[in-house]
């Protein structure tokens, strides 16, 4: 029981647990996620209806996913909690510490520790993240470092209402062998949307703060 918690396939998906990818990239960006192919199915009435009451709304299988989210709180506000990447581990699930290592214009690596507990154990994985910021609705982001197959993808934003950010998270992901990848997806799409409900709450944290 133990051993299959602990394969490699679960470490990896836990060293890029924020959805943020593990192809080999220079620090030039070059290849950066553009166009990712992930499904662009329509939100039912009840799905519309959830997701403006702030649920997370997750669509997709397989290793691509779309991710919404309402905030709320305004667009300034929302890019700042996306880009905070130095104090990731105070409000994202499992990160206990994160640090920029590069910085040049709107391109940054920073690098973060995740620790996850599987079950009687405690387990810390450092990953270095590659971030293209477009200011301030969109940041394309891979992983510098890593042993999965593919993960890279988007974070968007967008005004709902002034006090209204409505946040998408698109991502393609794929672990090294398929011998686990039920398990792997099953853990992963949980991920998504609890980090989804992280980012929003934070959004709307500070978003009150500003206003007291």
């Known amino acids: 029981m133990f051993k299959f918690l602990r394969s490699p396939y679960l470490i990896n998906f836990f060293q890029s647990f924020i959805g943020l990818s593990a192809i080999s990239l220079s620090l030039g960006f070059s290849v950066l996620a553009q166009n990712i192919p992930v499904t ?13 009451q702030g ?5 997709g299988q ?10 709320s709180g305004n667009l300034d506000v929302a890019w700042e909690v996306l880009t905070d990447y130095e104090n990731f ?9 994160s640090r920029i290592v590069d910085n040049e214009g709107n391109q940054t690596i920073f690098e973060q520790v995740s620790q996850v507990d ?8 450092t990953v270095q993240i590659a971030a293209k910021e477009t200011q301030p609705q969109k940041i394309d982001f891979q992983i510098v470092k890593g042993d999965l197959e593919q993960l890279q993808g988007t974070w968007q934003l967008q005004e709902v209402t002034s006090r209204q950010i409505l946040i998408t998270h698109s991502v393609k992901v794929q672990p090294q062998s398929s011998i686990e990848k039920p398990f792997f997806f099953g853990i ?5 949307e609890a980090t989804l409900e992280a980012i929003a709450q934070e959004i ?8 007291t």
């Open 40 to 52: 662009q199915n329509k939100l039912s009435s009840q799905e519309e209806v959830d997701l403006k």
């Open 89 to 97: 581990q105070n409000f994202l699930p499992n990160i206990t510490s």
């Open 62 to 71: 397989q290793g691509e996913y779309k991710g919404q989210v309402i905030a």
């Open 118 to 125: 599987l079950w009687l154990f405690a387990e810390q994985f």
């Open 55 to 59: 649920q997370v709304i997750l669509k």
């Open 204 to 211: 709307a944290n500070r978003s009150q703060n500003d206003q």
């Open 188 to 192: 992963y799409e949980a991920s998504l």
